[in-house]
Nanobody, 125 residues
């Protein structure tokens, strides 16, 4: 198992930007495809973005053009750059890892076997 710790969440205003980080330990991150998910109060956890071992990315329609997932394997870290934040982006954001191979657009939430503890992002109007 790989241990994941998210950071970078906070309280911001609509239109602001925030960068989340997910630091991995216990395993080499380069062997995993990575994803970001979020869960808003009263809602199910939903997919946000994913990145393959080689850097191919896929973003949910709701965040495409605003959010960008990236990775720095040398730092064993994955990032989520969030621009033009909206109140509906308010949620606990989780990073996750999977050793499942396949196009990132085909990955299912259940494919991700390691999860971080989450970091709160709150966007006010």
């Amino acid at each position: 198992q790989v241990q994941l710790v998210e950071s970078g969440g906070g309280l911001v205003q609509a239109g602001d930007a925030l960068r989340l980080s997910c630091a991995a330990s216990g395993r080499t991150l380069s062997t995993y495809a990575m994803g970001w998910f979020r869960q808003a109060p009263g809602k199910e956890r939903e997919f946000v973005a994913a990145i393959s071992r080689s850097g191919s990315t896929h973003h949910a329609d709701s965040v495409r053009g605003r959010f960008t997932i990236s990775r720095d394997n040398a730092k064993n870290t994955v990032y989520l750059q969030m621009n033009s934040l909206k109140p509906e982006d308010t949620a606990v954001y989780y990073c996750a890892a999977t050793r499942t191979y396949g196009a990132v657009v085909t990955l299912r939430q259940t494919d991700f076997t390691s999860w971080g503890q989450g970091t709160q992002v709150t966007v006010s109007s």
